[in-house]
Nanobody
Framework: VQLQASGGGLVQAGGSLRLSCVAS????????MGWFRQAPGREREFVAS????????YYADSVKGRFTIARDNAKNGVYLQMNSLKPEDTAVYYC???????????????????WGQGTLVTVSS
C-alpha cells in the first residue's frame, strides 16, 4: 500500500491543523493506521493510531485531549485533527499502515509495515 500525507504547515501556538493521509494499492479497510512524528535530532515517536474498523483509537500522552485520529474507509483516508498546538509539536509527521484486523492497532514503529513520506508541521511561539 502507498501512503501520501498532506496538510502540514506553519501555525502559531494555540492554532489547529488537520493532516490527511490517503492510501492506494490495496484494500484500505484491512489496515490499522498510525501517525508518528520525528523532530530534529530525536527518534520517531508515536502520536496516535486507529484500528481497521475505526472503533479503537490510541494516543500518546503528550497529545491526548488535543489531537483526534479518524478514518474514512470509503475514501481510503486517515486524518489527524490537531488542536491547541504547541511549539513542541513541531516535527515531520508520518502516517503508517499495518495490515491487521486486530482490534489493537499498535503504537510502535516496528508494528507498521508501510510509511508515507511525511509532512512538516511547524508551530511558532
Amino acid at each position: 500500500v502507498q501512503l501520501q500525507a498532506s496538510g502540514g504547515g506553519l501555525v502559531q501556538a494555540g492554532g489547529s491543523l488537520r493532516l490527511s493521509c490517503v492510501a492506494s494499492g490495496r484494500s484500505f479497510s484491512g489496515y490499522a493506521m498510525g501517525w508518528f512524528r520525528q523532530a530534529p535530532g530525536r527518534e520517531r515517536e508515536f502520536v496516535a493510531s486507529i484500528n481497521w474498523r475505526g472503533g479503537s483509537t490510541y494516543y500518546a500522552d503528550s497529545v491526548k485531549g488535543r489531537f483526534t485520529i479518524a478514518r474514512d474507509n470509503a475514501k481510503n483516508g486517515v486524518y489527524l485533527q490537531m488542536n491547541s498546538l504547541k511549539p513542541e509539536d513541531t516535527a515531520v509527521y508520518y502516517c503508517a499502515a499495518r495490515g491487521t484486523y486486530d482490534s489493537y492497532p499498535g503504537r510502535f514503529t516496528s508494528d507498521y509495515n508501510y510509511w508515507g513520506q511525511g509532512t512538516l508541521v511547524t508551530v511558532s511561539s
